[in-house]
């Protein structure tokens, strides 16, 4: 496999503090070391761009700032494949997608894929909030969003029904929700108070509401399968379900859009609880990097 050389600019020092218990590093800067580490064993005709998009995006404004990105995206040879990991929720940005010619495979965490930014993000107005949400084109294939270390497993009882800990205003999905469930019985919304009680609380719930937020999936979604907890994915525009070809999500999680959110209560008395944390023990471990690794692999191969 050969490895692209990339500008130093593009591969910036930069230590993210989210999720609370991230060792800092995002999951570009993660996969470039397994990449280097087995480049000599992996076959593939593509090349591997090691760009840290996410820290590249946030050390310039949130991609308001990226002209040299820009500029050599358009330098590379348009005859040849390509391929990137990309954590940052709206993918890789490009100046004009009517003019681009590249043939880049997106291993997408944050399920944006190539996109232009002047049309894939949106301002919207709810419930007294003015936010930027990514509405833009996916990633060719879905990777889980996750950090080093994994989120802790604490063994607890499940004492919580379903439960929610998080900002509301990254997507009106998320009033939505708990306008609907908040008055529903044994349905629990947190105020966030640290990551201590957010791993307890997740630890500690049955079933974990995982909303998308500015971009299509969430960190929660994998936490909660770390910890064992149900999650219930709420989506709009576009599912972001990775190893969809290899695992069957409706066996140990629960999925609807956002206009369906009414039915959830009706919806999860149906679950059988026990085989869907079954399922969950016996597939939890695809959802970290060595196996996500491999699973890429797979995909280069093709």
Known sequence: MIIHNVPSELQPTYRSSYPGYTSGSNMEEIYYEYFL????TITTERIYLPVFWTSYYVTHGYG???????????SLDKTKKYFTVVQYAAGIYVQKLSEYGLDIMIFSAGGGGINEKKQCVRIEHYNGN?????YGNK??????LMCNPPFPFTN???DIYCSFMGRLNTHKCRYIMQDILKNEPNYHFYQEKGFEEYKQVLNR??????????????????????AESIP?????????????DILDWSSFSIIVHSSEIQTLPDLIKNVNI????????KIKHIFHFDETFKYMVTKLAI
Request: net charge negative; no cysteine; charged share 30%.
């Open 37 to 40: 580490k087995h480049k000599d």
């Open 139 to 144: 990633g060719d294939i879905d990777i889980p």
């Open 232 to 244: 219930i994915y709420i989506w709009e525009d576009k599912k972001i379900l990775p190893f969809d």
């Open 274 to 281: 026990n085989e869907y944390v079954n399922t969950l023990k």
């Open 130 to 134: 003015t936010q930027h949400i990514f």
């Open 205 to 226: 719930s049955i079933f974990t509401l995982a909303p998308r937020g500015y971009g299509y999936t969430s960190f929660r979604i994998y936490e909660a399968i770390m």
């Open 64 to 74: 308001e700032h990226i002209e040299e990105s820009y500029q050599w995206l358009e």
């Open 156 to 158: 607890t009882r499940k």
